[in-house]
Each structure stands twice: as C-alpha cells, then as structure tokens.
C-alpha cells in the first residue's frame, strides 16, 4: 500500500465507496426454504439503506473532488468527511455480517460489501493521515 502514490489512494478509495453503491443491490442472504428460494439485496437487509449509499457517494464524491482540485463550498478536510463518511457505512455492515438477518445464510453481495467498504475506510483514513491531520 505504501508504494500506491497519494493519487491512486485516493481514486482507490473513491471507487471502493462506489463498488460498496453496486455492492448494495447484489444478494446479502438467501437460503432454500422448502424448495423456494428466498434471498435478499443489502437494500432489504440494511433498514435506511439509502443513507448508507449518499454516504458512499459522499465520500467518493469528497476524494474526487480534492484529487481534481475542486474547490468545495464547505470548509471540510476532504479526506477526514471521507474516513467518517466511508466508516459509518463498514461499521453498518460490519453489523449486518455479524447479526444475520434469519433469511438463511450470507451470500456474495454481503461479503463485496464488507471488503468494499473497508478498503474504502483504510485508503480515506491513510490518506487523511498523509496530510497531517
């Protein structure tokens, strides 16, 4: 990681929230309940989903925006809103992994969605790290 340019890290995060969005829509639990199949998306399993993905969105929107040299209206680290933005979308799925929701057992969406949004978390706080803070 260290060898990645303060660039890369940042494109590297930024598209990390984005796969975390895609991520949302793949199946998170599913099972064979006496012959028909039952799954669910991380938008039926996450209650207010919808928060988690303007947060992603957010977060990939803050890091593009510095690495393009966009000045933003607000007076906000770019870097440091990405590391919280992009943490309070792992910590939420973090919790789902672990709490289950009884639909069967977890499926690939589920998995995407905890490795996106950690490497998103871990790229967002070492670049807020590099600048300092």
């Known amino acids: 990681m260290n ?23 793949f199946p998170w639990f599913g099972g064979d309940f006496g012959g028909v199949s039952v799954s669910g998306n991380g938008t039926d399993a996450v ?26 209206p607000v007076a906000v680290s770019a870097a440091a809103g990405a590391a919280y933005l992009s943490s309070v979308s792992f910590i939420v799925t973090l919790m789902i992994f672990l709490e289950g929701t009884g639909l069967g057992g977890r499926k690939i969406g ?23 803070h």
Not at 111 to 132: D, K, P, T
């Open 47 to 72: 209650p207010s989903w919808w928060i988690l993905l303007i947060f992603s969105a957010a977060a990939a929107g803050l890091l593009i925006a510095e690495v393009r040299g966009i000045d933003l």
């Open 110 to 132: 589920l998995f995407l969605a905890l490795i996106f949004s950690a490497a998103a978390v871990v790229l967002s706080v070492m670049h807020w790290r590099e600048e300092g």
């Open 3 to 25: 060898s990645l340019t303060r660039e890369q890290k940042i494109y590297a995060a930024a598209g990390a929230s984005i796969l975390f969005i895609i991520s949302l829509f």
